[in-house]
């Protein structure tokens, strides 16, 4: 015979440990990449963090998310949980340096060939002519979205993809 499962709301509060400088209630169970806690509730996976604030203040106002007061992702504790706007959320780690910003953000002094705007755009000739991208090339005519792929895909000869290197020498 099984063994009967265990409630959500008992798995979260046997799920932590008590980190008695800061008074954060660490999640033990599954951490998401960026260090979140996660707990399968009746079949769906949430934010520990946000299944502990329903659980001992209610539910979440619509359109708010919860914020962590003590900046700890896997923290649990309600008294570190409160709900706020996405906008409170950001301007809050922007101004406690949480944001990669600046010289700290991953792309910062990374050049791009000249004319490419996004790394993943691929080159075009469309009609003859060099392009960035497919929408810049969309732009440039006066084409609705899509068509350059629509010519790509069809081969009708008026649309091709070309290499980075092409178009770097040529453009």
């Given amino acids: 015979m099984m063994p009967a499962p265990v409630p959500p709301f008992k798995r979260l509060l046997d799920g932590y440990v008590l980190n008695e400088e ?7 169970g599954m951490l998401t990449a960026t260090g979140y806690g996660v707990i399968k509730v009746f079949g769906r996976f949430v934010g520990a963090h946000r299944f502990s604030y329903e659980l001992h203040k209610g539910p979440v106002p619509d359109g708010m998310e919860i914020l962590h007061s003590c900046d700890v992702k896997a923290c649990i504790n309600p008294d570190h949980l409160r709900a706020g706007s996405h906008a409170e959320n950001m301007a809050e780690a922007g101004e406690r340096g ?10 910062f002094g990374r050049k791009r060939p000249p004319g490419i705007k996004n790394r993943l755009s691929k080159p075009v000739r469309v009609l003859g002519k060099l392009y960035s991208s497919q929408n810049e090339a969309e732009a440039a005519l006066g084409l609705g979205s899509g068509t350059v792929l629509y010519w790509i895909r ?5 649309a091709e993809f070309i290499s980075r ?6 453009a």
């Fill in 22 to 28: 800061t008074g954060c209630w660490l999640w033990t």
């Fill in 165 to 170: 290197q092409e178009y770097e020498a040529n």
């Fill in 154 to 158: 069809k081969k009708h000869g008026k």
């Fill in 98 to 107: 949480l944001m990669r910003g600046g010289d700290r953000h991953p792309q």
